[in-house]
C-alpha cells in the first residue's frame, strides 16, 4: 500500500493554516488592546489641564479689573471673550477633577455671570459692571468652595497692578 501524500499534505496544510488562524487572532487581540489604550491616552490628552485653564481664567479677571476701572470697552470686551472661551474648554470638555464635576459647574455658576457682564458692558454701565465684577469673583470663589477647594480664594485685584500693560482708554 501506498501512503496517500495528498491526504498527508492537507492534514499538514490545515494544521498550518490553523496555527496561522490562531496567530492572526491572538495578533489581533492584542492590537485591540493596544489602539484602546491609545485611544485612552489620546482623549487623557485633548483634556484640558485645570491648573492651567484655572490660572488663564484668573489672570483674565485680573486684567479684567483694571479694564473695567479704566472703563476700556474694547478691552473690557477682550478680556471677557478670552474668559468665556477659557470657561467654554471646561464645559465643552465635560471636565471632571477629583470626580467633581467642574465643566458642569462652570456652566451653571460662571458662564451666566460672564454672559451678565457681556450684556452689561453692551448697555455701558460703568458702575453696573463693577458690581457684576464683584459677583464674578464671587462665582469663582462658590465653585472653589462647592468642589472642596475653597482654600483658593480669588480677589478682583492685587494691590498694585503686576502686569506690564497700561489699560487706559486709547485717545
Known sequence: MQPNYNITFMKKLFTVQT????????TAGWLWSRVSTLEDSLAELQQPDLYSVMNNMQQQTHK???AIEAE???????????LEEAAEELIDANLYYHDQPVGMLTETMLEPVIEDLEETLDAGHWEQLREKRAILVGA????????????????????????NQNFDVLE
Open 19 to 26: 496555527a496561522l488562524i490562531v496567530i492572526l487572532l491572538l
Open 64 to 66: 479684567l479689573y483694571y
Open 72 to 82: 476700556n470697552a474694547e478691552l473690557t470686551d477682550f478680556y471677557l471673550h478670552e
Open 140 to 163: 469663582c470663589n462658590n465653585c472653589h468652595g462647592t468642589t472642596g477647594y475653597g482654600t483658593i480664594r480669588i480677589t478682583e485685584k492685587g494691590e498694585v497692578n503686576p502686569f
